[in-house]
């Protein structure tokens, strides 16, 4: 009888290759049942292997693997020591701050102007046929230095002037007394008095601000 030819089926000459694929799915298909119980209870079977095999702590190589460009998520940091409120932080320099000179600077007040007032007068003698000759006391209630004042001969019976005279009152201290006097005479006082024989003249001291 003729020999059957073989039925297709398994051989022992199947290729290299075909085996390796049948090897890496079966360790593929261990580590995704790994990885799913991991997953829902947490336990790692490849750490307990490492551990038994002598290799590093897991904790260890994650540290190893940080580097300073890591984020906070992957990588929580402490929080930030607080700082003591018993720290003094030093003044920022600010050139545009005027110099501490100038805050200490006093300010000058100026003196006082002299303020004087008359506190007497008095005719030196009888008026001649066109003069009069007067004299005041004053005193200075401001401050030190010189004035001035005005002396004036008036009508009896109007506020109206027939001669003047003005005197400088010398430097005097606040609180000093001074005496100053001058001769008013004018073509008015002659007249007036020429006309009106023995008639009275008034007098009026005034002082120049």
């Not at 790994?34 to 307990?48: C, E, F, H, Q, S």
């Not at 004053?138 to 004036?152: D, I, K, M, P, Q």
Request: proline share 9%; with cysteine.
């Amino acid at each position: 009888m003729p020999e059957e030819p073989d039925k297709p089926g398994k051989s022992d000459d199947e290729p290299a290759y075909k085996k390796w694929n049948v090897v890496v799915a079966t360790i593929g298909s261990g580590v995704a049942v790994l990885v799913a119980i991991n997953g829902l209870t947490g336990w790692n079977p490849l750490k307990d292997l490492t551990s038994q095999s002598g290799g590093a702590p897991a904790s260890e190589s994650a540290t190893s693997r940080i580097s300073p460009s890591t984020t906070p998520e992957e990588a929580p940091i402490d929080d930030p020591p607080q700082r003591s409120s018993e720290v003094d932080e030093e003044p920022a320099d600010d050139s545009s701050s005027p110099p501490e000179d100038a805050d200490e600077s006093t300010e000058t007040t100026a003196p006082a102007s002299p303020r004087f007032q008359v506190t007497s007068s008095q005719w030196d003698g009888p008026c001649g046929d066109s003069w009069c000759s007067m004299s005041a006391i004053f005193r200075n209630l401001g401050g030190e230095g010189a004035g001035s004042a005005t002396f004036y001969v008036l009508r009896p019976d109007a506020n109206e002037y027939l001669a003047r005279c003005s005197v400088v009152l010398n430097t005097t201290s606040e609180n000093g007394v001074t005496s100053a006097g001058c001769t008013a005479s004018s073509g008015w006082l002659q007249a007036y008095i020429r006309s009106h024989p023995g008639t009275t003249v008034r007098m009026q001291v005034t002082v120049d601000y």
